[in-house]
C-alpha cells in the first residue's frame, strides 16, 4: 500500500537555499558580464552614447546594484569552493551544513568590510 504522504522528501534546508542562490547569483553575474560587453562596444559606434550611457552607471541605483554584483560575486565564488569541499571530500557530505553557514559568515565578514567603503565612494564622504 502506498504512504499517504507524496512528493519528495526533501525539506528545503541549508543544501537547497545554497542551490538557489548559486544559480541566481551565476545568473546575475553572467546578465552583468553581458550588459558589461555590450555598453563597452557601445564606445565603438558611439562615444557620445557610450559616455551617457558610463554616466548613468553614477546613480545611486547603480552604485547599490554593485553592492548586488559584489555579493554575488562574493557568495558564488565560496559557496563554489563549499561545492568543492562537499563534492571532492570524503567527510564533506556530512559538513555541508557547516560548510554552508561558514559560506554565510566569511561572505558577511566580507561584505562588512566592502560595504562602508563603497558607500563613502557613492555618496561622496
Known amino acids: 500500500m502506498a504512504s499517504a504522504q507524496s ?5 528545503g534546508r541549508e543544501g537547497m537555499w ?3 542562490a548559486h544559480r ?3 545568473m546575475a553575474i553572467f546578465l552583468f558580464l553581458l550588459v558589461h560587453v555590450l555598453d563597452t562596444a557601445l564606445v565603438r559606434v558611439s562615444p557620445e552614447a557610450y559616455n551617457e550611457v558610463i554616466g548613468h552607471y553614477k546613480t545611486v541605483v547603480f552604485g547599490l546594484g554593485e553592492v548586488a554584483l559584489v555579493g554575488a ?6 559557496n563554489g569552493l563549499r561545492i568543492i569541499l562537499v563534492d571532492f571530500w570524503s567527510k564533506g557530505t556530512t559538513h ?25 565612494h557613492m555618496f561622496g564622504a
Open 96 to 120: 555541508q551544513r557547516k560548510l554552508f553557514w561558514g559560506v554565510v559568515i566569511v561572505w558577511a565578514v566580507l561584505m562588512a568590510g566592502f560595504l562602508p567603503r563603497h558607500l563613502m
Open 24 to 26: 541566481i547569483s551565476g
Open 7 to 11: 512528493g519528495t522528501l526533501y525539506r
Open 18 to 20: 545554497s542551490w538557489v
Open 73 to 78: 560575486v562574493i557568495f558564488h565564488a565560496l
